[in-house]
């Protein structure tokens, strides 16, 4: 068998055109949504997803705003600046791009941010009302899994789900919507015992663990959807031939960045075994970006109680 490849990237402009329509409906009742981004430091990678957001959200006409911070922040002015953009009519989402520098306190700053406005989904209130089941602002990643999965016509009810990572902005909640989708869900990390084992039971195997291509075939049962969460760097070049072989497309992008891009499955061993799989890039990267924007659009209409 060899795996159909889910197109992330497609299906991802599919939603970019329909939160647009949503704008555009919003902007005939006087409401245009607003995105905060909040960028601490100057991290190339942290900088480039920022930009990369402002651009969609100019694209879907969603008005943005980029928030670039010094390093040497402390807690307290960084959560005064949250504090701000939760008091400011014009900001219906904010988005603390993480990670933050080592002095900050994560958990402080992220519960900082109005619940209703936790376009990430990360804040206790949100996690929590997604674990009893309520309509809520959820994490953009495991929401763009879900999306493939139904856009693909993926059974999900009734099927065995396993998670490869309990983290708490991919691997619980997205185990959570599983499981509120029917599944039967089983979450793995790096306790388990015989971890082949256990996830070769899924008929849906989600990977986010940020190891890469260490979801080989003797992890997925033969016949299993299998997404791969995971955004690796690799830069050496003998685990690039290793991973790739002589992919044309990989070696010139590792020629002209320095490094590739991998996740955690390792896609051409794991392709001859499972029905469907996730590229990466191209698979649960964008569906991430895209599902940020209909959140957005979300807590807008939340807010102004549309
Ligand atoms: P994380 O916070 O580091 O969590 C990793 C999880 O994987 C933890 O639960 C850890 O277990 C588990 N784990 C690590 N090594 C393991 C092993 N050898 N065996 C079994 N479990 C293991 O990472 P994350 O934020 O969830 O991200 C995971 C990956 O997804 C990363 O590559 C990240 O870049 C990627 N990601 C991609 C997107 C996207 O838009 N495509 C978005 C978010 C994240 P313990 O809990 O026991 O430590």
Redesign the pocket.
């Known amino acids: 068998m060899t795996a159909a490849f889910i197109n992330g990237t497609k299906i991802a402009e599919d939603i970019k055109i329909e939160v647009a329509r949503q704008v555009k409906d919003l902007s005939r009742r006087g409401v245009q949504p607003g995105l905060a981004v909040v960028l601490v430091g100057d991290d190339a990678a942290s900088s480039a997803y920022v930009n990369l957001k402002a651009k969609t959200c100019e694209q879907l006409g969603i008005y943005s705003r980029k928030l670039t911070i010094p390093s040497t922040v402390t807690t307290e002015e960084l959560l005064w600046e949250v504090r701000k953009l939760n008091d400011d009519d014009k900001i219906d989402g904010i988005l603390v791009q993480l990670p933050l520098p080592k002095p900050v306190s994560k958990h402080t700053i992220l519960e900082g941010v109005d619940p209703q406005k936790d376009v990430d989904g990360f804040h206790s209130h949100n996690l929590g009302s997604l674990l009893l089941g309520h309509e809520t602002l959820v994490a953009c ?1 495991p929401l763009g899994v879900m999306e493939l999965l139904y856009r693909t016509g993926v059974e999900i009810e009734g099927a065995n789900a396993v998670v ?4 708490d ?3 619980k909640p997205q185990a959570a919507l599983l499981m509120h989708a029917n599944a039967t869900v089983t979450i ?5 015992r015989n ?1 082949p084992k256990v996830t070769r039971q899924a008929d849906i195997l989600v990977a ?4 890469v291509a ?1 979801v080989t075939q003797d992890f997925v049962k033969p016949g299993a959807v299998v997404i791969d ?4 760097k690799v830069a050496d070049r003998a685990d690039v031939q290793r991973l790739f072989g002589d992919d044309e497309v990989r070696w010139k992008d590792f020629e002209k960045r320095g490094y590739v891009w991998a996740g ?1 499955v390792d896609q051409r061993a794991v392709k001859e075994v499972a029905s469907m799989l996730t590229p990466v890039p191209g698979g ?2 964008p569906m ?1 970006i895209a599902m940020l924007m209909k959140n957005t659009v979300k807590a807008a209409r939340i807010r102004r109680g549309l």
């Open positions: 990643t490869l990572g309990r983290s902005d991919v691997g793995c990390h790096s306790k388990t971890l986010a663990i940020g190891k260490m969460v995971g955004t690796n955690d649960v990267g991430t």
